[in-house]
């Protein structure tokens, strides 16, 4: 006896109850007429011959147009890789329409908001990374970052996971040429963590219009566009470092930290000379 569940992959697929009951109660009797397909499949009347049509459109099923219609199935395997083709063909779609998606959103005039910030607070360094980091993918004008060891290790940390946000970034940002900026702060003893990171992210950051350095000042952040921020927070007891970062949307702030970042940039080192390798040297 047929379980339904057994086939629950064809929800997936896009088909509904009736379309995936005739699809399959043809499968078992190999060529049957509606009536046939109705009493087997417990599929109403009403549905049978919109739900056969579509899977004859689809290239499922084969329909004999006489009276009364006959339907017959396909084997299997081709049933299978029809299917898989149609599921490519709609991600293709699907990909082809969403960039359209993203221009429309992307263009769409922001409202005031009166003043109002928003806060979200992601806890723990997995969570800053895939919820706060990865909205500078989706920057439209520019992103300055201040970094320092805790941003390092945990880039590096959550790339050895799978998960590389510099990736995300340079696609997404070199496709805009948008202006992103970075200064590194670093100590002697961070220096190091420093220059192997430069080295081993190095295509990741070849998109950057700029890199600076500076001592560490212990407040790492990011300004994206003109009213999102991301503040990161450490504490040397928490064995990651990286312990929280919030989210904040505001306007007033962002220009703020964007005036201490061009403070910065204009007095920070434009190379490491001897102590760090900068990866953009020669460019």
Request: hydrophobic residues 45%; proline residues 5%; without cysteine.
């Given at each position: 006896m047929m379980r339904w569940s057994e086939v629950a992959l064809l929800d997936e697929a896009g088909f509904s109850l009736y379309e995936k009951r005739a699809l399959v109660t043809l499968a078992v009797h190999g060529v049957a007429d509606a009536a046939t397909l109705c009493r087997e499949g417990d599929i109403p009347t009403s549905k049978i011959?919109?739900?056969?049509?579509?899977?004859?459109?689809?290239?499922?099923?084969?329909?004999?147009?006489?009276?009364?219609?006959?339907?017959?199935?396909?084997?299997?395997?081709?049933?299978?890789?029809?299917?898989?083709?149609?599921?490519?063909?709609?991600?293709?779609?699907?990909?082809?329409?969403?960039?359209?998606?993203?221009?429309?959103?992307?263009?769409?005039?922001?409202?005031?908001?009166?003043?109002?910030?928003?806060v979200d607070l992601a806890l723990g360094l997995e969570s800053h990374v895939k919820r706060h980091l990865v909205r500078l993918a989706g920057a439209r004008q520019r992103i300055l970052s201040y970094l320092e060891d805790g941003d390092l290790?945990?880039?590096?940390?959550?790339?050895?996971?799978?998960?590389?946000?510099?990736?995300?970034?340079?696609?997404s940002v070199g496709r805009r040429g948008l202006d992103h900026r970075v200064v590194f702060?670093?100590?002697?003893?961070?220096?190091?963590?420093?220059?192997?990171?430069?080295?081993?992210?190095?295509?990741?950051?070849?998109?950057?219009?700029?890199?600076?350095?500076?001592?560490?000042?212990?407040?790492?952040?990011?300004?994206i566009d003109d009213d999102l921020v991301v503040l990161s927070l450490d504490h040397p007891f928490v064995a990651e470092g990286r312990f929280a970062s919030l989210l904040v949307r505001d306007a007033a702030l962002a220009q703020s930290l964007a005036d201490g970042f061009e403070a910065l940039w204009q007095k920070a080192l434009r190379d490491l000379g001897e102590v760090a390798m900068d990866p953009r040297a020669g460019r």
């Open positions: 011959y919109l739900a056969m049509e579509k899977l004859g459109m689809l290239g499922l099923v084969e329909i004999q147009r006489t009276r009364p219609r006959l339907y017959s199935a396909l084997p299997p395997d081709l049933v299978v890789d029809r299917l898989v083709g149609i599921a490519r063909e709609r991600a293709e779609e699907f990909a082809s329409r969403a960039e359209r998606l993203r221009e429309t959103l992307a263009a769409l005039p922001l409202r005031l908001r009166g003043g109002r910030t928003f290790h945990a880039l590096d940390r959550m790339a050895a996971e799978g998960f590389d946000v510099l990736k995300r970034v340079s696609r702060g670093f100590s002697e003893r961070s220096a190091p963590r420093l220059m192997a990171f430069l080295r081993a992210h190095a295509p990741a950051l070849a998109h950057l219009r700029g890199v600076r350095y500076s001592g560490e000042m212990g407040h790492p952040f990011h300004v």
